[in-house]
């Protein structure tokens, strides 16, 4: 990417190169459709599921602890009503397949970013805000065949430019089907380890959606998907990369 623009007030320009965009090319797809279905056998994955917005609308998210998803801000902001979403009326469904799903939980409590305000655009002002962690009311790890997808060490922050990674999750032309890009490229790590340029396709739907490394035959979550920023005929994806310990954050609760 010679020239980047980062949502709302970032602008970064880093070395690497993002392809160009053919004019009929969907916002967030890279070159050619590298999405494909995920294989129900192959149960890593079965922490992702789709979250749904009872006012209507769907994203992504991961299950990242028993009774705690993890998701991205603006998933959770009622535009309309230009206010947070209750908590209740979220559901997530992980492993959901065409109606079917291996859980369900509805959110009790939403964990934010501290301070994170919120633009005209229904995003947050900052994206680096652009993280939420939702406490769910049921333990979803209690025999359903679900097991948390793990934070990864901030340690491999270090080494991602470059190196693959791969995305799953939900999206606006795949909605009843968990998809994933693996493998694709982490571009590069900008804002002090805090946000990731990425090449993996992800399009409407798709937000919250994790980034994911493997190690030892193990997925571990190094971030969410936020954003895809166009910028001329070059694009690219852009993710909030995560922790163990969670910054400090703000309660939002019934």
């Known amino acids: 990417m010679r020239r980047l623009l980062v949502l709302v007030s970032l602008l970064v320009a880093v070395s690497a190169t993002a392809g160009p965009l053919a004019a009929t090319t969907p916002l967030g797809i890279f070159g050619d459709d590298d999405q494909h279905i995920i294989d129900a056998a192959d149960r ?9 917005r009872e006012s209507g609308g769907f994203c992504t998210a991961v299950l990242i602890g028993p009774k705690e998803a993890l998701t991205a801000a603006h998933c959770l902001w009622d535009q309309s009503q230009r206010r947070w979403v209750q908590p209740s009326t979220v559901h997530f469904v992980p ?34 805000d652009d993280w939420a962690v939702i406490e769910l009311d049921l333990d979803l790890s209690a025999g359903t065949g679900v097991q948390p997808m793990p934070l990864a060490d901030a340690s491999e ?14 999206s606006s032309d795949r909605p009843h089907l968990p998809a994933k890009v693996d493998p694709c490229k982490a571009l590069a790590v900008i804002e002090q380890g805090r946000l990731l340029l990425h090449d993996c396709d992800a399009t409407a ?3 919250g959606s994790p980034l994911v490394i493997e190690r030892d035959g193990r997925l571990l979550v190094v971030g969410i998907q936020s954003a895809v920023v ?17 910054p400090a954050a703000a309660l939002v609760s019934q």
């Open 44 to 52: 890593r994955w079965n922490a992702v599921g789709r979250l749904n």
């Open 95 to 128: 492993g959901y397949r065409r109606g079917t799903y291996l859980g369900h939980s509805r959110g009790k409590a939403f964990r934010l970013a501290d301070g994170i305000a919120i633009d005209a655009t229904g995003h947050p002002k900052n994206l680096l």
């Open 157 to 170: 922050r270090d080494r991602l430019a470059g190196n693959p990674i791969a995305r799953g999750g939900y």
């Open 205 to 207: 739907g798709s937000s």
């Open 230 to 246: 166009r910028s001329g005929d070059e694009a690219v994806a852009v993710g909030i990369l995560m922790q163990r310990v969670l």
